[in-house]
């Protein structure tokens, strides 16, 4: 690319806005579909698990003064916006997914002073703090749940209750409502005897889901939100939030309840049914969606909201992501986290195609590339690590370039990259190797459920799948140091990290890399300063060049004509990027070679994985190493 490209702070801002949108110098918006805070498509999002960033009080979990005490780390990583997993007071069933007080911070964590005491601090260093929103269900220990269990209660239709199954006796096994299982393992029905009804759950009997039917109930948790918004946060990560509209018949009943016309859906071999197709996007989920932004977000500024999205197609994330319908900011879809197991379970591990992540991350890209805006991420907590899932770890260099080129891939797509903590690091899956080493209820449940209950797969085939899928490969403690516990706790802490600390903290650890020029960390600098200031990175189109190619994925970004017009800067240019996703030798492929013509000399590299002579060399001769 020309190298005048490069720099537009001053245009940066405007051209980042999705759908075409312009800004004014303020970041506020002139947006013809009346999208008034773009900052957001500019800006590069981290995501901290609270409980394994960064312990200060010895109790072996982290806390809000932890990520206090690291903010300069993360602003001299350079990124904008931090995404809080949930810190409210929570039984810790799901580790804080649970909610028993909206308005208060688990003791664990700290106070709520300590929560103002972040968002002052990370304010002061230009961060915005975004918090987990957690509505689609609460824990059974908020108020609410206890006051619905009295069926006199005004709270009794803040859940979904239910008699048990006709003719059958209350609490029984077999007397549940309907067939649905719960992901986390077991009936998605819990028999509360106080009520002498079932309440459903999708995921643990601990979490159960509000009925957003109930207007009361909706409007609690929209003063919930206005008072965290109030309170000076800058945004929500939605929870599941796709899942808060349920299918029901014309008498307002569920598949398969009572005398419910709709079916819950097939029984599969371990004895459930699955909720998905019927629980996600919902017929009123817009409408709701629609609700939340009226009477939170219409006339606040400078907000962002993001939506875990499961069953959301691309096509659907145009829908709530353009601004023109008023409903989220952008969403997080899954079908590139799915091209690695069998469409059943997430456990049954099957090797992918890199055509595969081409064809789900470009229906993403394609489907907002008028309206709407995409999020791009490979880990999160819920996530195996990304260089051990689609790198390659099986020596040190390759773990690093495969890292580096795992972030330049995903980076440079169009759409605002999210990072989660010590992805930064090219940290790696926790290496576990038995059952005991877990602390994820859900893995723990399912290995019951699958090998003890259902015996549908072996202890030993159940423990691969784990190895590779568990949510705990992400949960192990931030690698700081290599001390004891990696600097997670201090070392004569009373109490051992919660969860044990991947060995290899040795090898990947903040403090080896954060002055080396050539680590993971040094790259992702890179990387976050390139988006900040090449408009084409954060605005520009996306073009996939090479769909066939099983080891190379690049793409082109260039301006439309009518959005380059106000920049001259980007005028005719076009941002090339090429990563050999695979750990041998690569050929640069016949579209991506044809747009190299001859200039490979005379373009501007703007970044590379490789030292700079060899990637002048690779592209004029039209071989990558590996990764
Ligand atoms: C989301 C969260 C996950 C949690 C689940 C239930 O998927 O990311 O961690 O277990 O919702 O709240």
């Given at each position: 690319?020309?190298?005048?490209?490069?720099?537009?702070?001053?245009?940066?801002?405007?051209?980042?806005?999705?759908?075409?949108?312009?800004?004014?110098?303020?970041?506020?918006?002139?947006?013809?579909?009346?999208?008034?805070?773009?900052?957001?498509?500019?800006?590069?999002?981290?995501?901290?698990?609270?409980?394994?960033?960064?312990?200060?009080?010895?109790?072996?979990?982290?806390?809000?003064?932890?990520?206090?005490?690291?903010?300069?780390?993360?602003?001299?990583?350079?990124?904008?916006?931090?995404?809080?997993?949930?810190?409210?007071?929570?039984?810790?069933?799901?580790?804080?997914?649970?909610?028993?007080?909206?308005?208060?911070?688990?003791?664990?964590?700290?106070?709520?002073?300590?929560?103002?005491?972040?968002?002052?601090?990370?304010?002061?260093?230009?961060?915005?703090?975004?918090?987990?929103?957690?509505?689609?269900?609460?824990?059974?220990?908020?108020?609410?749940?206890?006051?619905?269990?009295?069926?006199?209660?005004?709270?009794?239709?803040?859940?979904?209750?239910?008699?048990?199954?006709?003719?059958?006796?209350?609490?029984?096994?077999?007397?549940?409502?309907?067939?649905?299982?719960?992901?986390?393992?077991?009936?998605?029905?819990?028999?509360?005897?106080?009520?002498?009804?079932?309440?459903?759950?999708?995921?643990?009997?601990?979490?159960?889901?509000?009925?957003?039917?109930?207007?009361?109930?909706?409007?609690?948790?929209?003063?919930?939100?206005?008072?965290?918004?109030?309170?000076?946060?800058?945004?929500?990560?939605?929870?599941?939030?796709?899942?808060?509209?349920?299918?029901?018949?014309?008498?307002?009943?569920?598949?398969?309840?009572?005398?419910?016309?709709?079916?819950?859906?097939?029984?599969?071999?371990?004895?459930?049914?699955?909720?998905?197709?019927?629980?996600?996007?919902?017929?009123?989920?817009?409408?709701?969606?629609?609700?939340?932004?009226?009477?939170?977000?219409?006339?606040?500024?400078?907000?962002?909201?993001?939506?875990?999205?499961?069953?959301?197609?691309?096509?659907?994330?145009?829908?709530?992501?353009?601004?023109?319908?008023?409903?989220?900011?952008?969403?997080?879809?899954?079908?590139?986290?799915?091209?690695?197991?069998?469409p059943e379970s997430k456990w049954d591990v099957v090797p992918w195609k890199l055509t595969d992540l081409k064809k789900t991350l470009g229906r993403h890209q394609r489907a907002v590339a008028q309206a709407g805006w995409a999020s791009l991420f490979f880990d999160n907590h819920d996530q195996p690590r990304s260089v051990s899932r689609w790198g390659d770890t099986s020596t040190d260099r390759l773990r690093v370039l495969s890292a580096k080129a795992l972030a330049l891939l995903m980076h440079m797509h169009r759409g605002t990259p999210y990072i989660y903590q010590g992805e930064e690091l090219g940290m790696t899956n926790a290496g576990f190797t038995r059952l005991d080493q877990y602390r994820d209820l859900e893995s723990i449940n399912l290995y019951?459920?699958?090998?003890?209950?259902?015996?549908?797969?072996?202890?030993?085939?159940?423990?691969?799948?784990?190895?590779?899928?568990?949510?705990?490969?992400?949960?192990?403690?931030?690698?700081?140091?290599?001390?004891?516990?990696?600097?997670?706790?201090?070392?004569?802490?009373?109490?051992?990290?919660?969860?044990?600390?991947?060995?290899?903290?040795?090898?990947?650890?903040?403090?080896?890399?954060?002055?080396?020029?050539?680590?993971?960390?040094?790259?992702?600098?890179?990387?976050?300063?390139?988006?900040?200031?090449?408009?084409?990175?954060?605005?520009?189109?996306?073009?996939?060049?090479?769909?066939?190619?099983?080891?190379?994925?690049?793409?082109?970004?260039?301006?439309?004509?009518?959005?380059?017009?106000?920049?001259?800067?980007?005028?005719?240019?076009?941002?090339?990027?090429?990563?050999?996703?695979?750990?041998?030798?690569?050929?640069?492929?016949?579209?991506?070679?044809?747009?190299?013509?001859?200039?490979?000399?005379?373009?501007?590299?703007?970044?590379?994985?490789?030292?700079?002579?060899?990637?002048?060399?690779?592209?004029?001769?039209?071989?990558?190493?590996?990764?």
């Amino acid at each position: 690319v020309p190298d005048q490209v490069r720099t537009n702070a001053p245009v940066a801002a405007p051209a980042a806005a999705p759908s075409g949108a312009s800004s004014d110098a303020s970041g506020e918006s002139s947006a013809p579909q009346g999208n008034h805070n773009p900052w957001w498509a500019n800006a590069v999002v981290y995501q901290i698990y609270p409980r394994s960033f960064q312990d200060t009080n010895g109790d072996g979990c982290g806390d809000l003064p932890g990520i206090t005490s690291r903010l300069d780390y993360l602003a001299d990583l350079g990124v904008d916006v931090l995404w809080l997993s949930p810190v409210y007071k929570s039984p810790q069933d799901d580790n804080g997914y649970d909610i028993s007080d909206y308005q208060d911070i688990d003791p664990m964590f700290g106070t709520l002073s300590d929560m103002d005491r972040l968002l002052a601090e990370a304010h002061q260093r230009g961060l915005k703090v975004v918090m987990d929103l957690v509505v689609n269900h609460t824990s059974d220990e908020h108020a609410w749940f206890q006051a619905s269990r009295d069926p006199q209660d005004p709270h009794a239709d803040w859940y979904w209750w239910r008699p048990a199954k006709e003719g059958h006796e209350p609490g029984t096994p077999g007397a549940e409502p309907n067939s649905w299982g719960s992901y986390f393992g077991g009936s998605a029905w819990e028999y509360d005897p106080q009520r002498g009804e079932y309440y459903f759950h999708q995921f643990s009997k601990k979490q159960p889901d509000l009925n957003w039917e109930n207007p009361r109930m909706r409007q609690a948790v929209y003063a919930m939100m206005n008072w965290w918004l109030d309170r000076g946060i800058d945004g929500f990560r939605m929870d599941v939030i796709t899942l808060i509209s349920k299918h029901v018949d014309a008498d307002g009943e569920l598949p398969g309840v009572g005398r419910s016309t709709m079916s819950a859906g097939p029984v599969g071999p371990e004895g459930y049914s699955n909720p998905g197709p019927l629980c996600q996007d919902g017929p009123r989920l817009d409408e709701f969606l629609q609700e939340m932004h009226r009477e939170v977000f219409d006339g606040r500024h400078g907000y962002m909201t993001v939506g875990e999205a499961p069953g959301i197609s691309p096509v659907r994330d145009e829908f709530i992501t353009n601004p023109a319908n008023h409903e989220l900011d952008m969403l997080f879809l899954f079908e590139h986290t799915d091209i690695d197991h069998g469409p059943e379970s997430k456990w049954d591990v099957v090797p992918w195609k890199l055509t595969d992540l081409k064809k789900t991350l470009g229906r993403h890209q394609r489907a907002v590339a008028q309206a709407g805006w995409a999020s791009l991420f490979f880990d999160n907590h819920d996530q195996p690590r990304s260089v051990s899932r689609w790198g390659d770890t099986s020596t040190d260099r390759l773990r690093v370039l495969s890292a580096k080129a795992l972030a330049l891939l995903m980076h440079m797509h169009r759409g605002t990259p999210y990072i989660y903590q010590g992805e930064e690091l090219g940290m790696t899956n926790a290496g576990f190797t038995r059952l005991d080493q877990y602390r994820d209820l859900e893995s723990i449940n399912l290995y019951h459920q699958r090998v003890d209950q259902a015996g549908v797969v072996s202890g030993e085939r159940m423990l691969a799948g784990l190895a590779a899928m568990s949510r705990d490969n992400s949960r192990t403690p931030m690698q700081w140091d290599d001390g004891k516990y990696a600097g997670f706790t201090a070392e004569y802490a009373p109490r051992e990290p919660w969860i044990p600390v991947n060995p290899n903290k040795d090898q990947i650890n903040a403090a080896s890399q954060v002055r080396d020029p050539d680590s993971v960390f040094s790259f992702y600098q890179r990387l976050i300063e390139l988006r900040h200031s090449d408009v084409l990175v954060s605005a520009g189109e996306w073009d996939l060049l090479d769909p066939e190619d099983e080891q190379v994925y690049a793409f082109t970004r260039s301006l439309p004509a009518e959005q380059a017009a106000g920049i001259k800067e980007a005028e005719g240019h076009k941002l090339l990027v090429v990563v050999n996703a695979s750990s041998r030798p690569a050929k640069v492929p016949a579209q991506t070679r044809a747009l190299l013509g001859g200039h490979a000399g005379a373009d501007q590299i703007l970044l590379s994985t490789y030292k700079e002579e060899e990637t002048t060399a690779s592209l004029l001769i039209g071989k990558l190493s590996p990764w």
